[in-house]
């Protein structure tokens, strides 16, 4: 069971669109549609942003957008803020009650 | 709304043992499964296990199978992660989150604050 694989870093400017790719394998990512992503600012706890790959829980921005194609999943973040500057992980059903996490990616807005 | 209580810091000598805890509010704790993610300094995040409170049904990370216990007790609405003897690398932040993957609930939310265990000589 091997972490996901995210870029270690993105980063772009107030209003631009930025993507974060998360790479798994048919036995997780491309095998459901349970991808989640999480935001951590530093010295927070994780919070849900995107859940069943492109669902947004109730008080988080329709800036942020999620979707998947065959073994890779992706965070999109639009009209980027300054409080978008976090940490971003995306995580995985694996099947049999298991979870994978990728590396997580930090993301700079200039 | 269900909030994550965990508790406080730690700080141990390798050898020792330990077991921290994760206590839910609400009526439906359980009706969920708690996990635990382990966070080492700087690092990113890492799936450990998931218990069932309402029967103690748990499953693991073969990363951590063997090397932590995975319990809860119902009557208290608490979930505990436990080592029995504790090294330099369990040094780490550690969260507790709710899921319901028996409905198709397969995200974690809400988190605890985290549990910062330090293991130092």
């Known amino acids: 069971q091997s972490a996901l694989t995210q870029p270690r870093s993105v980063s772009g400017s107030p209003g631009q669109s930025v993507s974060i790719l998360c790479t798994g394998t048919?036995?997780?990512?491309?095998?459901?549609?349970?991808v989640s992503w999480y935001q951590q600012h530093p010295g927070k706890a994780p919070k849900l942003m995107i859940y069943?790959?492109?669902k947004r829980p109730s008080g988080v921005p329709d800036r942020f957008s999620g979707s998947k194609s065959g073994n890779t999943a992706s965070l999109t973040i639009s009209g980027l803020q300054a409080e978008d500057e976090a940490d971003y992980y995306c995580?995985?059903?694996?099947?049999?009650?298991?979870?994978?996490f990728g590396g997580g990616t930090k993301l700079t807005v200039l | 709304e269900v909030q994550l209580v965990q508790s406080g810091a730690e700080v141990k000598k390798p050898g020792e043992s330990l077991k921290i805890s994760c206590q839910g509010s609400?009526?439906?704790?359980?009706?969920?499964?708690i996990g635990w993610v382990r966070q080492m300094p700087g690092k990113g995040l890492e799936w450990m296990g998931i218990?069932?409170?309402?029967?103690?049904?748990?499953r693991y990370s073969p990363s951590f199978q063997g090397h932590v216990t995975i319990s809860a007790v119902k009557s208290t609405s608490t979930a505990y992660l436990q080592w029995s003897s504790l090294k330099t690398s369990d040094t780490a932040m550690y969260y507790c989150?709710?899921?319901?993957?028996?409905?198709?609930?397969?995200?974690?939310?809400?988190w605890g604050q985290g549990t910062l265990v330090t293991v130092s000589s």
């Open positions: 989150a709710r899921l319901r993957p028996g409905f198709g609930e397969n995200w974690f939310d809400p």
């Open positions: 609400g009526n439906s704790f359980t009706t969920y499964w």
């Open positions: 218990i069932y409170p309402d029967d103690s049904d748990t």
């Open positions: 048919s036995s997780d990512v491309g095998g459901y549609n349970y």
């Open positions: 069943d790959v492109s």
């Open positions: 995580c995985s059903y694996a099947g049999s009650y298991t979870w994978v």
